[in-house]
């Protein structure tokens, strides 16, 4: 599989379309006849999901961010010539991109964010179509870069509450949630963690595991067990698969219970999230949501009769929520609706 | 301050006694010390004499401090001013004058002087005795019937009279009136600048005491009243100049006479005000429904000021025509384009000031009919800011045609295609087997339900509704015209109907800064149940309601409907418990329009800028407002 010289965030690119063309042709060929995954895009060299897929590749990488890089490139590769052109197959390749995973909230709001972001710009006024583009680059490469980058920011505001002695409680697997805990051990902090087990995809073991060779001391409970111990606790950690408009949360199935418990336990509750994490959706309730199904297994047969929840995810109202760490600050609840009008609007 | 309070004693249980006030516990009836005026200003200096306080005006429950000097330095100029007031409201009262030239002569001239004079609150009250507006509806409102403003001015002043003469002696109090009177003729004499200003302010003066039916003065006091009114005046302009200048116009509070009586004399409708009024919404106004009417169409070919559009919206409201804040806003902005088609400049003048001033005329008039909803006077802000913003260099022609193009394009684009996005946001919100409820007959809403409809959703509608205005009769009757199953209800079965809503949808006249939903009577209470059955309230309201004003509570600023309609039901002629009672002392009716829901209780709040928290109210008032609201 070919891969594409723009592994590296930024390519020396020159506006000049000559020296461009020769690397896309050289790429093309082999991509068309051995890559079964043709871009939905028609007739267009340069497939918008191939790059995703590739970036992808990296573990590390949320992702939302791998669809932001593989939009950049989109901009970057496009043969177009005039704005209304370049905006419409951004929108094409966006779309192509949302379409993969229909139930990913954080995929989705990524690629709208990213739309908007690059394309509000007084940048596209100019009558020079290639400095306009490369403006839309330079801010594509941006907003890329933050998105990568915002774990760490994430982290490094969290540490002020995360104090010595501290216990926190922490809800399935969240790559932002395990990068603040790893920097708290990192920064010889002494607390401990407490984890869920997170049926039904056990991604509670699996953080319970990486934390362990942290030399973090971790307990294990059982879902319900969330209650029982949360007298010891001092605070909540989860992530999110979306944060809507409200300030509410979306995040995997249990989130809202223990949400609920620590609420009435006046316990806080912190959401570490990506900006790019903020959709413009507003749930009512948990049956106002595009559906994410989960299969579970019980370990026994289940009769037919007999149905089961197979939801994979719940919404947290923003009563429940004290505080949300983002790359944009240490946010309250309503403050993603303004940032989100001030980004949409 | 006062070691320690006087005990509060209940003299009255009408009159709630709210704030601090320093009575002595000897009175055989204690009142409020003094007739608050809500930016009254320091004391004025000791000219005035010391007499303890009267009350006399028990009218007003609201008390201010008293400043640090006594009260009762206050207390004669707050106490007989306001038997004072009803005289300049119908200077034709008195039978002194000769004819209504002299009157409005005077009063132009002595309108002359008193705004060379700096305008201060307490100037309007220092110098109540002379017109202050020289507006020229003055003469109008000496056309009006003399006998309905002398018989007004006389029942307030035998209010006041007999309040006040049960409590003591007249001789004292028309002496010390004399003397303030005195005062401040000398006071508007020694500032004014030209030697007319004399004559007219005592001849004025003199003239309106004499009209006085109850307590002659003596003339020869005016000096000295003038003096006083002078003295007071000086202390008391710089914090009045300072204060005007940081804090916005208050809104015309009702409970202060002076100002009811200075709008009064302005009023192009001559109203009376209803007699038996709620203690609490004293500072809202209320008037005899059925004098505004005939006053209206006895007046229809004198009003030259008004502008026929206007004058004919104007009785639409009056007569409750036009209702909802969406459909005002919109025949009043029509009204208005007619009269700009209609408005050719006069000579000397320029359009942009000029028009301003006869927009303003104009919406006196509307204010006069109903008072201005929310809505409406964004529209006119918006209006205001059009006609200032013409460039100079346009014809005349072509700025009125463009503004009215502007009108058109603010209905289009912030009611007609704000209405269409709210609509295609809403509708995602409804789903199949909903049961959607909804409060009186919003308009936005209504567009809602019938868009579900059409896109083939099944759900079911429970339509509440409420007296005394039974707006939701209409919303069904559309409804049901269009095949959409609906259940109706009135607002005290909200809580037995509740349990089976899945969303609730309500309009809203207003939507405030804090997030609070400004809307009709009985949508808090709708949302309250609501939110206690753990139902989302959704508020429907376009972006240019939105308001930066905050309120808490919905007595502060409301608008008080015609209480008979309370007591009287249409068509049930044999209910008529309270005939009679009216007027009764122990009886008070009140028909408040609004309420205020807090943010609380709302889920969701549906504007043109898509689907929003309470709390984001702020943000699109703050950014949106300059760009989008006035383009």
């Known amino acids: 599989m070919v891969v594409y010289g723009h592994a590296q965030p930024t390519t020396p690119w020159s506006p000049a379309t000559g020296s461009l063309r020769p690397r896309l042709q050289s790429a093309v060929i082999p991509d068309d006849s051995t890559d079964t995954t043709v871009a939905t895009v028609v007739g267009k060299p340069f497939s918008v999901i191939d790059e995703f897929n590739s970036w992808r590749k990296q573990p590390e990488l949320a992702e939302a961010v791998a669809a932001i890089r593989a939009l950049a490139a989109v901009i970057r590769n496009c043969e177009a010539t005039t704005m209304m052109e370049l905006e419409i197959e951004l929108k094409k390749a966006s779309d192509s991109l949302k379409s993969g995973d229909t139930t990913s909230i954080s995929l989705t709001a990524g690629c709208d964010l990213f739309m908007r972001y690059v394309t509000r710009t007084s940048a596209l006024e100019y009558e020079d179509f290639d400095s306009a583009k490369s403006r839309l680059i330079e801010r594509a490469e941006k907003f890329g870069e933050i ?81 029982y111990t949360m007298d010891e606790v001092d605070m909540v950690f989860v992530g999110a698969d979306g944060v809507v408009e409200s300030g509410g949360i979306i995040n995997m199935m249990g989130t809202f219970q223990i949400a609920l418990v620590a609420h009435s336990m006046n316990k806080p509750v912190y959401v570490a999230a990506e900006s790019y994490k903020f959709a413009r959706l507003y749930p009512l309730d948990q049956k106002d949501m595009v559906p994410a199904l989960c299969p579970i297994d019980f370990g026994v047969p289940i009769p037919s009769k007999v149905e089961v929840e197979t939801s994979a995810r719940d919404y947290t109202p923003p009563q429940y929520l004290t505080l949300l760490f983002t790359d944009l600050g240490v946010l309250t609840p309503s403050v993603v609706s303004d940032e989100l009008i001030q980004l949409y609007l | 301050m006062d070691p320690r309070r006087a005990p509060r004693t209940v003299s009255d249980p009408k009159v709630r ?247 009064k004399r302005r009023a192009v409708v001559k109203q009376t005000e209803a007699r038996n009024r709620v203690e609490l919404f004293r500072h809202l106004p209320q008037y005899e429904r059925g004098t505004q009417r005939t006053e209206l169409q006895s007046k229809f070919f004198e009003l030259d000021p008004v502008h026929p559009a206007v004058y004919k919206v104007g009785l639409q409201y009056l007569y409750g025509d036009i ?199 009985g949508t808090a209470c709708v949302a309250m149940v609501a939110h206690a059955f753990r139902v989302p309230v959704l508020v429907c309201c376009e972006a240019y309601k939105f308001h930066e004003r905050v309120q808490l509570d919905s007595l502060c600023s409301n608008e008080l409907g015609d209480p008979d309609v309370i007591s009287k039901i249409h068509g049930r002629e044999d209910i008529n418990f309270l005939d009679g009672s009216t007027n009764s002392e122990n009886l008070q009716l009140l028909n408040l329009i609004y309420d205020a829901t807090p943010s609380d209780y709302i889920s969701m709040i549906i504007t043109d800028y898509g689907m929003v928290p309470p709390t984001s109210v702020p943000v699109i008032v703050r950014d949106y407002r300059r760009e989008h609201l006035w383009i």
């Open chain 1, 147 to 227: 998105s990568c980058k915002a774990r760490r920011i994430i982290a490094m505001l969290s540490q002020d509450f995360i104090f010595d002695g501290c216990t926190i409680l922490v809800h399935g697997f969240s790559r932002v949630v395990f990068e603040v805990l790893k920097t708290a051990a990192q920064s010889k902090k002494l607390f401990r963690v407490f984890c869920t087990e997170g049926r039904p995809d056990r991604s509670g073991l699996r953080l319970s595991n990486e934390l362990a060779k942290l030399d973090v001391p971790v307990k294990l409970l059982i879902d319900s067990a969330v209650a």
């Open chain 2, 17 to 263: 006694k709210v704030g601090f006030f320093t009575d002595p516990p000897d009175r055989s009836l204690p009142g409020p010390p003094n007739h608050p005026i809500s930016s009254f200003p320091t004391s004025p200096p000791s000219t005035v004499d010391n007499s303890p306080p009267s009350a006399g005006n028990s009218l007003s429950p609201v008390m201010i401090p008293p400043p640090r000097h006594s009260s009762s330095i206050l207390s004669p100029l707050r106490r007989d001013p306001p038997e004072f007031f009803p005289l300049p409201a119908s200077p034709t009262a008195s039978t002194t004058f000769s004819d209504d030239v002299a009157s409005t002569m005077k009063g132009r001239g002595v309108a002359a002087a008193s705004s060379s004079l700096p305008g201060g609150l307490l100037f309007d009250i220092a110098a109540s005795s002379v017109p202050a507006s020289g507006l020229t509806t003055v003469s109008v409102v000496n056309n009006l019937p003399i006998e309905k403003g002398g018989g007004v001015a006389v029942e307030m002043q035998d209010d006041q009279s007999s309040r006040s003469k049960s409590l003591k002696e007249k001789t004292t109090k028309a002496e010390r009136r004399a003397l303030q009177e005195a005062q401040r003729a000398a006071k508007a004499t020694a500032k004014a600048e030209d030697g007319k200003t004399p004559a007219a302010a005592s001849g004025a003066a003199a003239s309106v005491k004499s009209g006085k039916s109850v307590k002659p003065p003596p003339s020869q006091k005016n000096d000295s009243a003038a003096l006083a009114a002078l003295e007071k005046k000086a202390g008391d302009r710089p914090p009045e100049k300072d204060r005007k200048k940081e804090v916005p116009q208050p809104r015309m509070q009702f409970d202060d006479k002076s100002r009811v009586e200075k709008a």
């Open chain 2, 323 to 521: 209702c909802g804040s969406n459909a005002r806003c919109i025949a009043m902005l029509q009204a208005f384009q007619e009269a700009i088609k209609d408005y050719s400049t006069p000579s000397e003048k320029t359009l942009a000031r000029d028009l301003t001033a006869k927009i303003g005329s104009y919406l006196s008039f509307l204010i006069e009919c109903r008072p201005l909803s929310i809505s409406m006077g964004n529209a006119i802000r918006f209006l205001k800011n059009r006609i200032a913003k013409l460039p100079l260099t346009l014809s005349e022609l072509e700025a009125k045609a463009t503004l009215r193009s502007d009108i058109d394009r603010f209905i289009n684009e912030k009611i007609i295609l704000a209405d269409k996005v709210i609509v295609k946001h809403a509708v995602t919100k409804i789903s199949d087997g909903d049961v959607l409820l909804t409060y009186g007959s919003p308009s936005a809403v209504e567009m809602v339900l019938l868009h579900a409809h059409e896109l083939g959703k099944q759900f079911r509608v429970v339509v509440v509704d409420s007296r005394p205005k039974l707006e939701g009769q209409l919303l069904l009757h559309r409804l049901v015209g269009k095949g959409i199953n609906c259940t109706y209800t009135h607002v005290n079965a909200i809580s037995y109907i509740m349990h089976e809503v899945t969303r609730v949808f309500l309009g809203a006249s207003s939507v405030l800064s804090n997030g609070t939903v400004y809307s009709k009577v």
